[in-house]
């Protein structure tokens, strides 16, 4: 019976792993072998078409004498602001939501609908939006609110709030859905008892829901800090990082040392610094939620 038992374990084994193997090959030849591969470019000054030189910390030395780095590293960190807003609203919508109400179901759908469309599509629908001829400024312009249209994204003071909106706009339904699923398996009987013992509904929900919360409030800060920090779409469609560097994030900014300036291997070594703040900022999260009981119900 053991060997029969082991037998079907074995082809059970083989049998995952012929399903994995598509998803891993995929994963093994886009995103393993890229990064090994600029683990080894960051040192070099490669050419496309002349000679490539091995430079060693050169590429490092370099970024850490340019300004326009220090404004992308700026600028990225400061996206970080996005991360305490989009939990703050995603749990109060996450309340909201978890109601029994009739059509409930289309409104939690029509939230979430922005996470499962395109950030480049998102991105130009909000371009047209902050357009000088856009929504916004006509219907300004219609109360008579200003006489000349706003350049929401040619304006170095609101560009870069106009990009963090619109990261919050299509983040919200994603973090939403994760607090609803986390509120809706809160027992009830928890919540009935403290009804009953005289606790109105905001404490019910500081005292009891939100402390139980704090797995998911980990979770969700931690993605969160990572892609705001990785942040590139709407960058790239609506800003290009103006105006004057105002919206240069690093990701960006790595981007167009290698696809316009073909400084490939000073690209590589921005990427590195990117991946360096984003573990420290991710540490940062991690140990405050680990100090904070995050990942139990203490």
């Known amino acids: 019976m053991t060997g029969k038992h082991s037998s079907v374990q074995r082809r059970q084994t083989l049998k995952a792993y012929g399903f994995m193997t598509p ?11 890229p990064i090994i591969g600029s683990l080894v470019l960051m040192f070099y000054d490669y050419s496309v078409l002349g000679q490539t030189k091995f430079v060693g910390l050169k590429n490092f030395v370099k970024a850490f004498h340019d300004r326009v780095f220090w404004i992308s590293i700026k600028n990225s960190v400061i996206f970080v602001v996005v991360v305490p807003i989009i939990q703050i609203l995603s749990i109060l919508l996450a309340v909201l939501v978890n109601k029994k109400l009739p059509g409930i179901g289309i409104f939690r759908t029509l939230f979430y609908i922005p996470v499962v469309t395109s950030m480049v599509a998102v991105s130009i629908m909000w371009g047209f939006i902050f357009d000088t001829s856009g929504i916004i400024n006509t219907a300004l312009k219609e109360w008579k609110v200003i006489s000349m249209p706003l350049g929401f994204l040619s304006d170095k ?4 709030i106009c990009l963090m909106f619109i990261t919050i706009w299509q983040g919200l339904g994603y973090y939403m859905m994760m607090y609803l699923a986390g509120l809706q398996g809160i027992p009830q009987e928890l919540c ?9 509904a905001v404490k019910v929900f500081t005292r009891i829901k939100l402390p139980m919360l704090k797995p998911y409030i980990w979770f969700c800060s931690l993605n969160s800090v990572i892609s705001a920090i990785g942040v590139f779409d709407v960058v790239f469609v609506l800003t290009k990082g103006g105006p004057n560097d105002a919206t240069m994030v690093i990701n960006y900014y790595s981007y167009t040392k290698a696809f316009s300036d073909f400084q490939f291997g000073y690209a590589a070594a921005i990427g590195a610094v990117q991946a360096v703040v984003t573990t420290m900022l991710s540490i940062v999260v991690f140990v405050y939620g680990k100090r904070g009981g995050m990942t139990n119900n203490e």
């Open 192 to 200: 009935e008892a403290a009804t009953i013992d005289g606790a109105n």
């Open 157 to 160: 003071n609101t560009a870069m």
């Open 23 to 33: 998803a891993l090959i995929i994963i093994i030849l886009f995103t393993i072998i």
